[in-house]
């Protein structure tokens, strides 16, 4: 069973950068589209960014393209979110997750095995 670990989150001022990692465990990363969500308080999960099994197609929620970039190292089994010119209203906790076969969409019920999460805090 495939397990993930996200880390990299922190607090930054608005116009910072950070760069988040999800380790993949239990299985080989490269089988998997995979996916960024986040989630602030007191709202639904959000998708934020998707990449495919060998890293080069990706898709971005219209609330961070041209600031957000997935990326996939299958050979280290983690998949990456840098996150440039941080806004505060992308204060959330971001988790990433893998697609469930047979699915097509961007919605949380299309992709499983979510990771614990890491706080990403954003300061005006």
Do not use: H
């Not at 069973?1 to 922190?10: A, C, D, F, N, Y």
């Not at 910072?16 to 969500?37: D, K, Q």
């Not at 989630?39 to 041209?66: C, L, M, W």
């Not at 050979?75 to 076969?101: F, G, H, I, W």
């Amino acid at each position: 069973q495939v397990q993930l670990l996200e880390s990299g989150g922190g607090l930054v001022q608005a116009g910072g950068s950070l760069r988040l990692s999800c380790a993949v465990s239990g299985s080989t990363s490269s089988r998997y589209p995979m996916a960024w969500f986040r989630q602030a308080p007191e709202k639904e999960r959000e998708f934020v960014a998707a990449i495919n099994r060998n890293g080069d197609s990706t898709y971005y929620a219209d609330s961070v393209v041209g600031r957000f970039t997935a990326s996939r190292d299958n050979a280290k089994n983690t998949v990456y979110l840098q996150m440039n010119s941080l806004k505060p209203e992308d204060t959330a906790v971001y988790y990433c997750a893998v697609r469930r076969s047979g699915t097509y969409y961007y919605t949380p019920a299309d992709f499983g095995s979510w990771g614990q999460g890491t706080q990403v805090t954003v300061s005006s």
